[in-house]
């Protein structure tokens, strides 16, 4: 029960082993393989990212450009038109280019000369505005302006100086423009569901609308997010206010204090690396559970051939045992059997003789004489028996045809096995090796065997022998088997046991498998027993009976050849 535990246990940490063994460096290796590709993605991801940022900043650019382009002609047109406004041309770009909310020309002192586009334009004070003081100055400006609509909106806001011929600047062209405009001209195709795209200036504010929650526009970004905004999280990757991680992009504009950012949320960028981690778990698992099954099936065997070495093991250390069981108990039974010997043979003679004197004088006792003499009969065979178990030196090397013995004894038995109901079948190899061993003690061995099983056959049955070679390990094996009422499992171990016997006392000496087992080891042989027996739980027609498997040495073809060789010579 314990070996049995053992072994489960032993199987069990075999399993676990070899799962460790082979499932650590799977992980790593799937671990080491995922990062890599999930790097490759982001990078793609991000590489697209910001190509399609600077395709937008590229277009941003040009629009910024070709308004500067239109207040130079306006400025052009006016010196043209000798420092007037020049109306038509004035309303033809405001309707020509519906962009632009005002288009307007003030003078040098700051008023306004002529404007397109509805409601006033600016408060007073214009010349103190940074705008119209870089223009007037002689440098073309760009920036930001409050939006005279909502104050949380942007517009923006471009002016040129108006020079004359001489290099006079004589006032400012400028120009008003929706954020939103540009906004319209960004496009953030090919970077997904929650791509944005929206310019945002150096204090956080949003230019542009965005798409989320109907455009941040004119918004201000939290001071804490704006704070870490351009402190990276992970590469290109911040917290946004809605709390999700976006991976983002941005550049500069080109003479602006503006950014233009590219963004998408964190989930949609590596929804591809994260199906890539599943398949790799499952992966994994599939490689985990194939390999938990190799071991199961190997800690199987392993565990089977173990098993079988453990019960090997036992048996050899079952036949040593009843080695020195048989050796103390031929020691002793040799002493007894001497001394006995000699009082029961003078016993027997006596009784012989007076048996002859008493059938003439006293009639009346020769029964009981008789019956002494049975006794003493008997008591000598015991004594033969027990001399013969406990005798060395009859197994002297000689070779004998088991089939010729086996078929010799079956011979004799006939008659006795007819009378009994039993069937004798015979299994004879044909061409059986001669096996090391003696042709007497053979004979009573296997004598004894069958003895047993036909008292194990009370009502009938099948005797059957069988013989053959097992030429790998050298082996002849004789099998007789009955289908008698079988040996119970307790008492298996017993039988080779000298003096263990079944039978009512005066017909057993339990001495029959004892000899046939010593003698049997002697010749270098082995003999082990199998039994089916009925018990209270087997069904009521269920075969029972025994087998006794001896194995004998046989001898090789070499010692074959010349032993035939001298029988031939001999003959
Ligand atoms: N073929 C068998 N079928 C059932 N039981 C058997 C068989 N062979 C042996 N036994 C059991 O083993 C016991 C021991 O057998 P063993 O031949 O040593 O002694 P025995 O037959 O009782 O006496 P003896 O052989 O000296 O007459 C038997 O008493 C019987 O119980
Ligand atoms: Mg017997």
Redesign the pocket.
Same mark, same amino acid.
């Given at each position: 029960m314990q070996q049995k535990m053992s072994l489960e246990k032993l199987r069990v940490n075999l399993i676990i082993i070899l799962i460790l063994i082979s499932s650590v460096p799977l992980v790593l290796f799937a671990i080491v393989v995922y990062r890599k590709e999930a790097d490759l993605v982001r990078k793609k991801v991000l590489s697209h990212l910001k190509s399609i940022v600077a395709q937008n900043s590229l277009m941003v650019d040009e629009f910024r450009l070709e308004r500067m382009r239109d207040l130079s002609l306006l400025a052009a047109t006016i010196e043209a038109h000798g420092g007037e406004c020049d109306r038509i041309h004035l309303k033809l770009m405001h309707k020509d280019r519906t962009i632009y909310k005002h288009i307007f020309f003030a003078d040098k002192e700051g008023r306004i000369r002529c404007k397109t586009g509805k409601g006033h334009l600016f408060e007073r004070g214009l010349v103190n505005q940074a705008w119209f003081k870089a223009a007037a100055k002689g440098k073309p400006f760009m920036g930001e302006l409050t939006s005279r609509e909502g104050k949380d909106r942007y517009d923006l806001l471009l002016s040129v100086p108006v020079r004359m011929a001489n290099g006079t600047t004589i006032g400012v062209a400028g120009a008003i423009v929706d954020f939103d405009n540009i906004a319209s001209i960004m496009k953030n195709t090919g970077i997904g569901q929650t791509g944005e795209i929206y310019i945002l200036n150096k204090d956080g504010v949003f230019l542009t609308s965005t798409q989320v929650e109907e455009g941040r526009s004119g918004e201000r970004m939290e001071p804490e997010l704006f704070a870490g905004y351009f402190k990276e999280v992970g590469p290109n990757e911040y917290i946004d206010y809605r709390g999700k991680k976006v991976v983002r992009v941005f550049k500069k504009l080109s003479d602006s204090n503006w950014y233009l950012v590219g963004e998408q949320d964190a989930t949609e960028v590596f929804k591809d690396v994260a199906n890539l981690r599943n398949l790799f778990a499952g992966f994994v698992v599939l490689l985990i559970a194939l390999i938990t099954l190799i071991g199961y099936l190997i800690s199987r065997k392993i565990v089977h051939l173990l098993k079988s070495a453990y019960e090997q093991k036992k048996e050899l250390e079952i036949q040593v045992i009843q080695k020195d069981k048989l050796a103390s108990m031929g020691l002793l039974t040799a002493g007894i059997a001497h001394e006995l010997n000699t009082p029961l043979a003078s016993a027997l003679l006596y009784t012989q003789m007076l048996k002859e004197d008493a059938r003439s004088t006293w009639p009346v006792a020769l029964e009981k004489l008789s019956s002494i003499e049975g006794e003493i009969k008997r008591g000598s065979k015991?004594v033969k028996?027990l001399l013969d178990f406990s005798r060395q030196s009859q197994t002297d090397t000689v070779t004998t045809d088991v089939n010729e013995v086996l078929g010799k004894l079956l011979d004799i038995s006939e008659q006795l096995c007819s009378d009994r109901g039993i069937e004798i079948k015979r299994t004879f190899e044909k061409k059986l090796p001669l096996v090391k061993g003696n042709a007497n003690i053979l004979h009573q061995v296997f004598m004894?065997?069958v003895?047993? !099983?036909v008292? !194990?056959?009370e009502k009938g049955g099948t005797l059957s022998v069988l013989t053959r070679h097992i030429a790998s390990l050298h082996k002849t094996v004789i099998e007789?088997q &009955?289908t008698?009422?079988?040996?119970p499992e307790e %008492?298996l171990g &017993?039988? /080779?046991?000298? /003096? /263990? $016997?079944?039978?009512p006392s005066g017909?057993? $000496?339990? %001495?029959?498998? !004892?000899? +046939?087992y010593s003698m049997v080891r002697k010749m270098g042989g082995n003999i082990r !027993?199998t +039994?089916t027996?009925a018990t209270e739980n087997s069904y009521p027609y269920q075969p029972t009976? $025994?087998t /006794?498997t001896i194995e004998l040495p046989a001898l090789d073809d070499d010692t074959q050849s010349t032993v035939k060789e001298r029988m031939v010579k001999t003959q």
């Amino acid at each position: 029960m314990q070996q049995k535990m053992s072994l489960e246990k032993l199987r069990v940490n075999l399993i676990i082993i070899l799962i460790l063994i082979s499932s650590v460096p799977l992980v790593l290796f799937a671990i080491v393989v995922y990062r890599k590709e999930a790097d490759l993605v982001r990078k793609k991801v991000l590489s697209h990212l910001k190509s399609i940022v600077a395709q937008n900043s590229l277009m941003v650019d040009e629009f910024r450009l070709e308004r500067m382009r239109d207040l130079s002609l306006l400025a052009a047109t006016i010196e043209a038109h000798g420092g007037e406004c020049d109306r038509i041309h004035l309303k033809l770009m405001h309707k020509d280019r519906t962009i632009y909310k005002h288009i307007f020309f003030a003078d040098k002192e700051g008023r306004i000369r002529c404007k397109t586009g509805k409601g006033h334009l600016f408060e007073r004070g214009l010349v103190n505005q940074a705008w119209f003081k870089a223009a007037a100055k002689g440098k073309p400006f760009m920036g930001e302006l409050t939006s005279r609509e909502g104050k949380d909106r942007y517009d923006l806001l471009l002016s040129v100086p108006v020079r004359m011929a001489n290099g006079t600047t004589i006032g400012v062209a400028g120009a008003i423009v929706d954020f939103d405009n540009i906004a319209s001209i960004m496009k953030n195709t090919g970077i997904g569901q929650t791509g944005e795209i929206y310019i945002l200036n150096k204090d956080g504010v949003f230019l542009t609308s965005t798409q989320v929650e109907e455009g941040r526009s004119g918004e201000r970004m939290e001071p804490e997010l704006f704070a870490g905004y351009f402190k990276e999280v992970g590469p290109n990757e911040y917290i946004d206010y809605r709390g999700k991680k976006v991976v983002r992009v941005f550049k500069k504009l080109s003479d602006s204090n503006w950014y233009l950012v590219g963004e998408q949320d964190a989930t949609e960028v590596f929804k591809d690396v994260a199906n890539l981690r599943n398949l790799f778990a499952g992966f994994v698992v599939l490689l985990i559970a194939l390999i938990t099954l190799i071991g199961y099936l190997i800690s199987r065997k392993i565990v089977h051939l173990l098993k079988s070495a453990y019960e090997q093991k036992k048996e050899l250390e079952i036949q040593v045992i009843q080695k020195d069981k048989l050796a103390s108990m031929g020691l002793l039974t040799a002493g007894i059997a001497h001394e006995l010997n000699t009082p029961l043979a003078s016993a027997l003679l006596y009784t012989q003789m007076l048996k002859e004197d008493a059938r003439s004088t006293w009639p009346v006792a020769l029964e009981k004489l008789s019956s002494i003499e049975g006794e003493i009969k008997r008591g000598s065979k015991i004594v033969k028996n027990l001399l013969d178990f406990s005798r060395q030196s009859q197994t002297d090397t000689v070779t004998t045809d088991v089939n010729e013995v086996l078929g010799k004894l079956l011979d004799i038995s006939e008659q006795l096995c007819s009378d009994r109901g039993i069937e004798i079948k015979r299994t004879f190899e044909k061409k059986l090796p001669l096996v090391k061993g003696n042709a007497n003690i053979l004979h009573q061995v296997f004598m004894n065997i069958v003895a047993n !099983a036909v008292d !194990a056959m009370e009502k009938g049955g099948t005797l059957s022998v069988l013989t053959r070679h097992i030429a790998s390990l050298h082996k002849t094996v004789i099998e007789i088997q &009955d289908t008698g009422t079988g040996i119970p499992e307790e %008492l298996l171990g &017993d039988v /080779f046991d000298p /003096f /263990f $016997t079944t039978k009512p006392s005066g017909e057993g $000496t339990g %001495l029959g498998l !004892a000899i +046939s087992y010593s003698m049997v080891r002697k010749m270098g042989g082995n003999i082990r !027993a199998t +039994s089916t027996c009925a018990t209270e739980n087997s069904y009521p027609y269920q075969p029972t009976g $025994t087998t /006794f498997t001896i194995e004998l040495p046989a001898l090789d073809d070499d010692t074959q050849s010349t032993v035939k060789e001298r029988m031939v010579k001999t003959q």
